[in-house]
């Protein structure tokens, strides 16, 4: 097995969906070969070329305004007439993770990758939607508030090692939804003020 | 200026747009890509931190009637440059969460929203891709604190802007 698996953030480090990312690589183990793409510095070309003999792509990003970032979907769109020829027997993974609490919220940006497969001629494989993927670095994934995160991860590898399809599945934290949201203002708070921004001017209206 | 804003993805020559009665925004390959800084939020609240000229874009969105977007459906969704410019619009709403039927959504900035409304183009538009674009518009406008958007599916770009002539 050959894997791509595609970083589909735009943070050029200690995002969500590389913590994600290496979560999977421990999963998929030394029997695959996998190789890591980021989608801001890929185009076109580059990313064609890179198809060529591999069986799987794992595509894991934020979930942008209920839906795909715009530079992952810029590539998407530029290879989506050309990726099935090159490849028609790759199968797509996607990962989504989101701010919100609830993984459901995902949903809408795994159908959209699942309609880029129907538009590249591509097998889809399966989605999992990770609520709260901002709290992927508050533990290492499988303990305390990342143990769900982890199952997930060992499910979906495993679909992935075997070319497996299955149905899109949703998690959150093991974590209670009000302590995650007060966690989160605090958060942005603390980084407001580390910018000099005060409380009252994070509501600033123009 | 004109009330109602203009978000569209493909130049027609053939189509001019009233400028008194619209502003519009032609969005290409030139918008870049929201780079998930957060500087909208935390830096420059309200206010994309990207120089050009479309980090303006969400402090015009509460002084707006009404904003139109005449995007490519692309997979369910906005076509790339449209999309890009939602991406870095963020900081119209706040950080901060909110419950909206048992969900987390965002909190408003402001008290006033325009109303959306999307015209989606293309020539082999799937039924998958309408029902996913319903749906995301649905979310969207969760997400914005509004229930005023419309959303309609055009055969191309050339009979959803002549819609507006």
């Excluded at chain 1, 794992?58 to 490849?87: A, M, Q, W």
Aim: one cysteine or more; hydrophobic letters at 40%.
């Amino acid at each position: 097995m050959k894997i791509m698996l595609l970083n589909g953030s735009p943070k050029s480090n200690n995002s969500a969906s590389e913590i994600i990312i290496n979560g999977l690589c421990q999963r998929l183990g030394t029997t695959n070969e996998y190789f890591l793409l980021n989608a801001m510095k890929t185009n076109k070309a580059e990313f064609i070329e890179k198809t060529n003999g591999i069986n799987a792509i794992v595509i894991v990003f934020p979930l942008y305004v209920d839906g795909i970032p715009s530079h992952l979907l810029r590539l998407l769109y530029d290879v989506k007439n050309e990726i099935g020829c090159t490849n028609n027997q790759l199968i797509i993974y996607a990962i989504v993770n989101n701010g919100f609490y609830e993984g459901t919220q995902n949903s809408i940006a795994l159908e959209m990758i699942q309609n880029f497969c129907v538009s590249a001629n591509l097998k889809w494989g399966q989605g999992l939607g990770v609520g709260a993927g901002g709290m992927s670095s508050a533990a290492p994934i499988g303990q305390g508030p990342m143990k769900n995160l982890g199952l997930a991860l060992d499910k979906i590898s495993a679909n992935i090692k075997n070319s497996a399809t299955d149905d899109n599945f949703f998690i959150e934290p093991n974590f209670p939804k009000f302590l995650y949201k007060i966690s989160a203002h605090f958060g942005w708070r603390r980084q407001a003020k580390n910018n000099g921004i005060k409380h009252r001017d994070i509501y600033s209206k123009r | 200026m004109a009330d109602i804003l203009v978000l569209q993805d493909t130049n027609l020559n053939s189509i001019n747009l009233d400028k008194e009665k619209y502003n519009v925004f032609l969005l290409n390959d030139t918008v870049k890509p929201c780079v998930g800084c957060f500087g909208c939020w935390i830096k420059t609240p309200g206010k994309c931190v990207i120089k050009d000229k479309y980090s303006d874009f969400a402090t015009i969105l509460p002084h707006v009637r009404e904003v139109i977007i005449v995007s490519e459906l692309v997979f369910g969704g906005l076509s790339p440059n449209v999309k890009a410019i939602f991406d870095r619009s963020i900081g119209f709403i706040l950080p901060f969460f909110r419950d909206v039927d048992g969900e987390m959504h965002h909190q408003q900035r402001y008290k006033d929203r325009p109303v959306f409304k999307y015209m989606f183009y293309g020539s082999k538009i799937s039924l998958s891709e309408k029902n996913t674009a319903k749906k995301l518009i649905k979310a969207n406008a969760i997400n914005l604190g509004t229930d005023k958007y419309s959303i309609n599916f055009y055969n191309s770009a050339f009979d959803a802007l002549e819609e507006l002539k």
